[in-house]
């Protein structure tokens, strides 16, 4: 297997930073849902924030093995507050349209480069980022069919206080 070349080197190291920016975003989510009492979304958007990280050490690992370095840039700071929760999951969903797009860029220019190895390894964020839109618009929608109605909202946060973080297999890893 061949050497990261400078270019897929820094964009997956952008890609690192951009998970982490993720990550930082969805905590300041929860912090917001933990500030209006709804523990439940709160709850969701910690183990949202939990698997950016996963998504984050995965391109960490990923340059590692491929004998490139991890280079670690500041992490912008996310917005801390929202003007209703469903302000934030719209904010959440286009937040993962932008990361699609982000990881799109990447695919091509793994193409671009012949990097077949990158190539492969990115075919997880692809299928993932499938995931990670239709869940956040998912709640988008429940949001709005809901409307004013307090009682949709409180069974709505028990159901997202459901959400448990699992933690990827070791054998996944590596
Ligand atoms: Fe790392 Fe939400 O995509």
Redesign the pocket.
Known sequence: MTMLNQKIEAALNKQLNA?LY?SYLYLSMSAYFQSINLPGFANWMRVQAQE?LV?AMKFYDFINERGGHVMLQQVEGPPKEWSSPLDAFENAYKH?QK?TGLINDLVNLAAGEGDHATSIFLQWFVT??VE?EASADEVVQKLKLMGDASGGLFMLDREMGQRVFTPPAASAEG
Do not use: A
Request: charged share 55%; net charge negative.
């Open positions: 998970e993720s950016e998504h993962e990361v993932e980022q990670e």
